[in-house]
């Protein structure tokens, strides 16, 4: 997931209805349209927030379809597993801030490794401000938990309806920040969409772009076929894997 989709993906669909009319709207009606998707009509001029729209629309019918749901347990274990993460990271970066400040302390440095030093230091405390030194062990506020496991149920959502799409069509995997996604899986998956009618792209113009993100191989990093990796990619949730 790339960071502009990131963004989308924080925010709420502005659906609208249209007085008069049986379908919905997303986006600005003042923008020209530039798809539909299950009776929405989706106003922009980005591709990539047309494809947003259409993808999250279409996944969302198709978890519906094939049942899937986050149970609290899942959620938990996913809240504990990054805790877990964080608590490991947080470990080495602490003995990273001694192991710094005892350079310095030692003295025999020149000017250009003091500075070197100073600066990672400097990088190495921030990070620590901005993580927090206490640990799991510390109280969390409702409000605080609440989020995480939102954050939780739209993470192991997703990763659940990726394994779907990949038991269902198979393909190649790349790497993504949000874990493994099934490229050709989605792509597929779309062209099937697209061909029953479930989605139209109107405005020509971002039809390229549009589908850019799938047919373009160069622009993403890709499990090794047949290796462990892949093989291994949907086989068990990552944050049940520690």
């Not at 997931?1 to 924080?10: D, F, G």
Request: charge should be neutral; hydrophobic fraction near 35%; aromatic fraction near 10%.
């Amino acid at each position: 997931m790339n960071t502009r989709t990131a963004r989308l993906l924080a925010c709420s669909l502005l659906v609208t209805m249209v007085p008069g009319c049986a379908h919905e709207t997303y986006g600005d009606p003042k923008v020209p349209v530039a798809g539909k998707v299950l009776g929405t009509v989706v106003h922009t001029q980005d591709a990539e927030e047309l494809r947003y729209v259409v993808l999250r629309k279409l996944t969302d019918r198709y978890a519906d379809d094939k049942g899937i749901a986050v149970t609290q347990a899942e959620k938990q274990a996913y809240v504990r597993h990054v805790q877990e993460a964080l608590d490991e990271d947080r470990k080495r970066q602490v003995a990273r801030r001694d192991e710094l400040a005892r350079k310095l302390a030692a003295g025999g440095l020149s000017e250009a490794e003091r500075k070197t030093v100073t600066s990672e230091l400097d990088s190495v405390n921030n990070f620590l401000a901005a993580l927090g030194e206490s640990g799991s062990g510390a109280a969390q506020d409702p409000e605080e938990t609440q989020a995480r496991e939102q954050v939780a149920s739209s993470f192991i959502r997703q990763w659940k309806i990726n394994r779907a799409l990949y038991q269902q069509y198979g393909g190649r995997i790349i790497f993504q920040q949000g874990g493994p996604e099934p490229l050709d899986a989605y792509r597929t998956f779309l062209e099937e969409q697209q061909a029953r009618g479930d989605f139209e792209i109107l405005n020509k113009d971002l039809e390229a772009a549009f589908w850019r993100y799938y047919r373009t191989d160069s622009i993403h990093s890709f499990y090794r076929p047949g290796g462990k990796e892949e093989a291994q990619a949907f086989a068990v949730p990552f944050w049940q894997s520690r």
